[in-house]
């Protein structure tokens, strides 16, 4: 498991959900599964923001690229109604990929309900990777600053 | 609302679902907008069993066609491991449109669970109407036989 | 099918749903059973716009009733990051029952995605149908006014 | 990232899943988010098989837990209808938590879809950890053998 800032200051965009009936489960909480739709809403909303979700003549707001990896972890309980604060960054670029970072938190209480993260490949039509290209990697590391992690060149 | 025929010898095919956590809500029950898929299951699996979902070199088994009308009424509840039969025919076929009839019966209990429709109309690439194709409506009258309503030509 | 009114002057009360990436298929626009979570926030909107969310104790914002029927009529696609603004009345109260009516749009366009109902039955814990409140009832009267359908007593 | 051993002997409990096109997304591809409902189905499955869904009196088959964390890696794409083999071992216990580890397989091609992790951490009815009881232990390690990592006493 990756280590996922605890300093809000390191994400520097954040969006917003409420949790709906559709989200939850019978245990009463949310369901685990839904926080996949949270950390993509983030994910959306941070491109879109930095006008990034056109990217390359994209095909409606859908950048290519294939989500590669995606990992959770769970600290307090959402419930139905809930307005949860999704923090968001882009905490690494390689050469062919990137990882966002998120921390979910309860607006009216402040507790942690999640963090993690969501790692994409930059893809051709082919489905092949190729690298990252220079005007998005551009953008976001104006946006990020001396906080996203690049490999050594 | 249609009248959805409570006689289960009017339905030539069945399928079943196991509920799953993600498709309850907080209440304890099933969502009732996982019935959606529930019914999507019968459609899909009613049209497979009749080798059509490939009919006419459909894309992944997608026939092309857009659904226009859903209902569904909801009888008693489901519950998170309940496994549900779903009983599924085509009731009406019209120029450019057919309808799935679905009742879903808890099968341990036998309780109907719910009951409803989906109506689809048959679509060219432009997304216009056109005429169900004949050899379409040759195998479902077939398979329905007179149960099957159809305009008067 | 019951007649959901055009004019959305009838329609006292709107929201505003993005559509998620989740809620998409692979046929390219929103997965027809993902309007029943649409609808659903809309129910929910209303009722705490009007302060009812919490009606009677209400645990976690969910009064005690029992969703009994369900119809969607699909006028237009929607698709990924499309904005719809879901149009919300209560337009009749039975004995027991109360139902809500949708007109949902897309926001840039004014083209209507689709209508549709939800019919509640006020039930007490033992899942029987109860009169709906008076308190609740006049509510409703008050906001919805003489667009509202109730029984001759 | 945990490693997922890719040798399928390792794995002593195998279920299926065919894919709904609710599960897909507007890419054309199982949304990410789904497989956390198909890692569940292959979580619940597991316990069953070894009448483990009923430990303790579990209210509707729901053993008393909370899921802590939630890891996929993504393979390769899988498409509607695609039937989806899930490898399900629980691969560690702890001394208050266990964890699954899942493999999944087009059944068709025997292509490897995705692979992950569930920890689920054992609560008390105040939702603080507490041991994982001895006679769940002892199922899960007879039929693990020498599988199964514990940590040390």
């Given at each position: 498991m990756k280590e996922f800032s605890d300093d809000l200051v390191d994400y520097g965009f954040s969006t917003?959900?409420?949790?709906r009936l559709s989200e939850t489960d019978a245990v009463g909480i949310v369901f685990f599964g839904s926080f996949a739709s949270y950390f993509d809403v983030g994910r959306m909303d941070y491109l879109a923001n930095l006008g990034l979700n056109r990217f390359g003549g994209a095909v409606?707001?859908?950048?290519?690229?294939?989500?590669?990896?995606?990992?959770t972890r769970f600290k307090s309980p959402a419930r139905y109604n809930d307005v949860l604060t999704i923090f968001v960054r882009i905490a690494e670029i390689g050469t062919t990929s990137y990882t966002f970072h998120f921390k979910m938190l309860n607006k009216a209480s402040s507790a942690v309900v999640a963090d993690g993260s969501l790692t994409i490949v930059w893809m051709n039509l082919e489905q092949e990777p190729i690298p990252v290209p220079v005007a998005f990697r551009e953008v976001i590391r104006q946006f990020e600053g001396r906080r996203l992690r690049e490999p050594r060149q």
């Open positions: 917003e959900v409420r949790v409606r707001d859908l950048i290519p690229g294939a989500i590669v990896a995606h990992e």
